[in-house]
């Protein structure tokens, strides 16, 4: 079992940036895979990224690659999510989630999930 917890959200102008966290708490944080997705109201969660157990491999989806960064230290069992050149389209609740194995974009392949963090740019 896995606890995540996100935290990190606020209010930023467009071109701002933000940094997200997700404590973990439980066994074998190293094990698992980490992934960040986002959703706005009406809509359904999408992906953001994902980070291997490791940490040598990430996976960004378009919208955000390279403007965001994900990374983890598991000696501290966290994972963060580096927002840089923020845009309103950024706006939504960000959601940790850890899973076995190997990453995936599929936000239903995923076992834990924070209870987000809600995150809103303006313009």
């Known amino acids: 079992q896995v606890q995540l917890v996100e935290s990190g959200g606020g209010l930023v102008q467009a071109g701002g940036s933000l940094r997200l966290s997700c404590a973990a708490s439980?066994?074998?944080?190293?094990?698992?895979?980490m992934g960040w997705f986002r959703q706005d109201p009406g809509k359904e969660r999408e992906f953001v990224g994902a980070?291997?157990?490791?940490?040598?491999?990430?996976d960004y989806a378009d919208s955000v690659k390279g403007r965001f960064t994900i990374s983890r230290d598991n000696a501290k069992n966290t994972v963060y999510l580096q927002m840089n050149s923020l845009k309103p389209d950024d706006t939504g609740v960000y959601y940790c989630?850890?899973?076995?194995?190997?990453?995936?974009?599929?936000?239903?392949?995923?076992?834990?999930w924070g209870k987000g963090t809600l995150v809103t740019v303006s313009s």
């Open positions: 989630a850890a899973k076995l194995a190997t990453m995936t974009r599929d936000l239903y392949d995923w076992d834990y």
């Open positions: 980070i291997n157990w490791s940490g040598v491999y990430t």
């Open positions: 439980g066994r074998a944080f190293s094990s698992y895979a």
